[in-house]
């Protein structure tokens, strides 16, 4: 069975920095099937990235996406305001759909 | 504009059953697989069920395989997820969501499911 593990679990940062979160797989996974999520409180997910990194539509370009097999990296280049949220990664799979634990982007 | 809405979550006992519904609008209903995620208080988003286009396969994640069975009805553009036997651990917002290119793109709004005695 699929594991993705995503780190570190909190990341604190300052508007303005950069911020790279990580999702690993227990097994090499399809790019293809690699999506990014952000969930901000009360709200439904929204899709930031899928093929491992390609932009969602509407989604800013300082969100980028890149990996490939067991490793996966999620980089926001200059953190605003309205970035810090949850972000989860997603894989799907032949026969059932994974998501990572989350990784929780806060204001320092 | 693409729309998910999902209804129906409720309060229920340990055991019971419930129906939730997820209308869909403004796409192509039967060019699409639909997933149910569920979200527990605090808690990460979790996989529940998904289904093909024509309704030919459904998945269910280990846990609810048995006692959730997923359904659409491509003529009304709907899904339900018929849960049964519910549990307390089954309790949070239950998510319809449209799947695309390997990815869920568009999401609803989220159903409330409230399991205890």
């Known amino acids: 069975e699929l594991v993705l593990t995503q780190s570190p679990g909190t990341l604190s940062l300052s508007p303005g920095e950069r911020a790279t979160l990580s999702c690993r797989a227990s097994q090499s996974v399809s790019s293809s099937n690699l999506a990014w999520y952000q969930q901000k409180p009360g709200q439904a997910p929204r899709l930031l990235i899928y093929?491992?990194?390609s932009r969602a539509t509407g989604i800013p370009d300082r969100f980028s996406g890149s990996g490939s097999g067991t490793d996966f990296t999620l980089t926001i280049s200059r953190l605003e305001p309205e970035d810090f949220a949850v972000y989860y990664c997603q894989h799907f799979g032949t026969s059932r759909e994974t998501f990572g634990q989350g990784t929780k982007l806060e204001i320092k | 504009e693409v729309q998910l809405v999902e209804s129906g979550g409720d309060l229920v006992q340990p055991g019971g059953s419930l129906r939730l519904s997820c209308a869909a609008s403004g796409f192509t209903f039967t060019n699409y697989w639909i997933t149910w995620v569920r979200q527990a208080p605090g808690k990460g988003l979790e996989w529940v069920a998904n289904i093909k286009q024509s309704g030919s396969e459904k998945y269910y994640e280990d846990s609810v395989t048995g006692r959730f069975t997923v359904s659409r009805d491509n003529a009304k553009n709907s899904v339900s997820l018929q849960m049964n036997s519910l549990r307390v651990e089954d309790t949070g917002i239950y998510y319809c969501?449209?799947?695309?290119?390997?990815?869920?793109?568009?999401w609803g709004q989220g159903t409330l499911v409230t399991v205890s005695s």
């Open positions: 093929g491992a990194s």
């Open positions: 969501a449209r799947h695309v290119w390997g990815a869920l793109d568009y």
